[in-house]
């Protein structure tokens, strides 16, 4: 894969003044090294953040995403991980040359992250108050009682009802909507540049899910905090972000600005993935003649260690031939502002290329 | 909770009535009685002299009867008297807890105090030489009786090198009494602090793996407090339920560690009761060691409650 793509003439990822970005990836790779070979989580991905901008970086499970969000964090398990080459520059400071102690600080502080899972994500013998107050001793220089003070505070700004009570509380006695509330109030109490978002709201009942979206887009407007979302769900992509990345297989297969992505997909598993939402109108059209199904991606992610020599997606893509099936298709610019990684995408989509 | 503490408390005095009858049933089914131990070695043969003597001691009366008078006598307060010396019972046990009760404590003290921080550091330096050193230690401690590592240090620090003075009955002060006591101690401690460093490193593995560390890691919490405030804290709830279990143990472990290093203790007292079947010494003896391990095992599913909020004794 490796020796086709260097075939091709490297893509130029769309770079902005460097003044302007708050965090700015450049070719971030990140391998784990295992028994069962060299899986390549992050394979080359570069991506830029502006201030209180919403960045969603969308795929499957096993696409790379976390892996991304982790290792902007440094929090990739060494070993097997590594990130073997790129940059972080957050504020023009690189990430990856900072030491240990130096790293630790940003964490938290500077960026911080919102996991997954909210029912597993805080400790379970400690109160709500103390995890919220230990960034702020972490971090602020506060006092404990400051900290304390300040987690009550946090607390209701996430609309967490009776804070001063909650704040004496363990996550069990916590719903799992009041705990990611929770985790937001940690993540957000340094007054982070950038928050981390890894599939916010994947876990949570479905009522909680805009509640908790709506918050995170609200204290981001407030707060001016820029947002790294990660999420398989392009509804929420939909509501939330300015620009979205979509990645497959540790790379990124196509990028734009939100409205640009969603009117005119150039990417055949963008447009699996859109084809994938299931739609009240169709469920109605259930009812007709010609029902229309929804769609659904054949197969499945290929194991990271052992992907195809040409497109990664070849396999499951309705319209690959033989070029998709031998050769990595370049990253290039299709229109202004919008690119992807596509052999046909011109031809079936209608790319005009800028 | 106050209803799990009576019950709890009920059940308590029920084991204990278990032992008690197990104990009393046990000692009589070992063949030969302080009587017949007397007679044989002293050369008496007058089967009326055997008689009066078991007649004196209540030991010709049915066993329930005898199991009745016992505990009737003790609900009182009144142990019975040793066959042996004719001294009332507590007189001959109360003098000899004290050095056993710093044996034990002193043992359960250094396992802890070792065990733990090392089965700590063994998990995070996981499949490190470090991690393959101390599991190899702590295998040996679980497979080395106690009375034959006692008997090794006997050997090699009081006979050959004779840094360590053999226990003398009156230690001058309380640090020469801790360093008489600290090398038994350590003796008796060594399975138990293995014991507890595999569990502790392998809870400690387990913890580590879980979300919330990782949140504490994004948090930018230090390598300290990821491993102590934040993983310990929840690997720490097994491991004292095997220090409760090992508090028992311990008293096992105690009665040939006192036995090799020479300590007046209870515990040898036990082996010496036993030999001349004094029942009213070893009821009375395995009755506290009931006693004792109860409470330690209550006191255990206490901290629970303390160390895990998750935990609420409700009925």
């Known amino acids: 894969m490796t020796t086709t793509s260097a075939m091709t003439p490297q893509p130029v990822p769309p770079k902005v003044p460097a003044t302007e970005n708050l965090l700015e990836v450049t070719d971030l790779r990140t391998y784990f090294f295992t028994r069962q070979g060299v899986v390549k989580a992050v394979d080359g991905v570069d991506f830029a953040l502006k201030p209180k901008e919403t960045l969603a970086i969308v795929g499957e499970s096993g696409c790379g995403k976390s892996i991304t969000a982790l290792s902007l964090l440094r929090l990739i398990p060494v070993p097997p991980g590594r990130i073997i080459s790129g940059s972080i520059k957050l504020d023009g400071v690189d990430l990856l040359g900072l030491g240990e102690e130096e790293m630790r600080r940003i964490r938290g502080n500077d960026i911080s992250m919102i996991f997954q899972e909210p029912m597993t994500s805080l400790n379970p013998v400690m109160t709500i108050g103390r995890q919220i107050a230990e960034v702020l001793l972490l971090h602020q220089g506060m006092s404990t009682k400051e900290a304390y003070a300040r987690a009550v505070e946090m607390l209701r700004i996430v609309k967490i009802p009776e804070p001063e009570q909650r704040v004496k509380e363990y996550p069990h006695q916590l719903s799992g909507g009041m705990r990611q509330r929770a985790m937001i109030a940690i993540a957000l109490a340094c007054n982070p540049k950038v928050l981390i978002a890894d599939e916010p709201t994947t876990a949570l009942d479905v009522t909680i899910q805009a509640q908790i979206l709506n918050l995170i887009v609200e204290l981001q407007e407030r707060l001016g905090t820029a947002v790294v979302l990660i999420t398989h769900d392009l509804g929420v992509v939909a509501e939330t972000a300015q620009r979205v990345i979509v990645m497959y297989a540790g790379r990124k297969v196509e990028e734009a600005d939100v409205g640009e992505l969603f009117a005119r997909p150039m990417h055949p598993y963008t447009r699996g993935l859109m084809a994938s939402i299931p739609r009240l109108d169709l469920m109605r059209g259930e009812e007709k003649e010609g029902v229309e199904r929804l769609q659904e991606i054949p197969g499945i992610v290929p194991a990271l260690s052992a992907l195809p020599p040409g497109c990664a997606f070849a396999p499951r893509c309705p319209h690959a031939d033989d070029r998709c099936h031998a050769e990595y298709p370049p990253y290039e610019q299709k229109r202004s502002g919008h690119w992807a990684a596509c052999w046909r995408s011109d031809e079936l989509f209608g790319g005009v290329n800028a | ?315």
Do not use: C
């Not at chain 2, 089967?47 to 009182?76: A, C, F, H, N």
């Not at chain 2, 053999?166 to 038994?184: A, C, M, N, V």
């Not at chain 2, 405030?229 to 409760?244: E, F, K, Q, S, Y």
């Open chain 2, 1 to 315: 909770m106050g209803a799990y503490m009576i019950r709890r408390f009920l059940l308590m005095i029920l084991t204990l009535f278990g032992m008690s009858v197990l104990i009393f049933v046990m000692l009589r089914i070992v063949p030969g009685n302080i009587v017949d131990i007397l007679f044989d070695s002293a050369g008496m043969v007058n089967p009326d002299d055997k008689k009066r003597l078991e007649e004196e001691l209540g030991l010709d009366k049915p066993i329930v009867q005898q199991y009745v008078t016992w505990i009737t006598s003790m609900m009182k307060g009144d142990f019975g008297y040793s066959y042996v010396s004719e001294k009332p019972a507590l007189d001959e046990i109360l003098p000899r807890i004290p050095v056993t009760a710093k044996l034990a404590a002193l043992a359960l003290f250094f396992s802890v105090l070792f065990g733990v921080p090392l089965g700590v550091i063994s998990a995070v330096r996981q499949n490190t030489s470090l991690d393959y050193f101390l599991r190899v230690v702590s295998l040996s401690g679980l497979s080395l009786p106690s009375f034959w590592l006692g008997l090794l240090i006997l050997m090699a620090f009081v006979q050959y090198t004779g840094w360590i003075p053999i226990y003398s009955d009156q230690p001058r002060g309380f640090w020469h009494e801790l360093w008489l006591l600290s090398i038994p101690a350590a003796a008796v401690g060594f399975r138990a602090s293995a014991l507890i460093m595999r569990l502790t490193r392998s809870s400690m593995l387990e913890v580590l793996r879980q979300d919330y560390i990782r949140t504490a890691r994004a948090k930018g919490a230090t390598k300290q407090s990821v491993n102590y405030d934040h993983a310990l804290r929840n690997a720490v709830l097994p491991v004292v339920t095997i220090i409760g279990i090992e508090a028992a143990f311990l008293i096992g472990g105690l009665i040939v560690t006192e036995t090799v290093f020479n300590i007046p203790g209870v515990a040898r007292f036990l082996v010496e009761a036993i030999r001349w079947r004094d029942y009213p010494i070893v009821q009375s003896l395995v009755m506290l060691i009931a006693v004792v391990t109860v409470v330690v095992n209550f006191l255990v599913d206490m901290a629970y409650v303390v160390l895990d909020p998750r935990i609420k004794y409700e009925s």
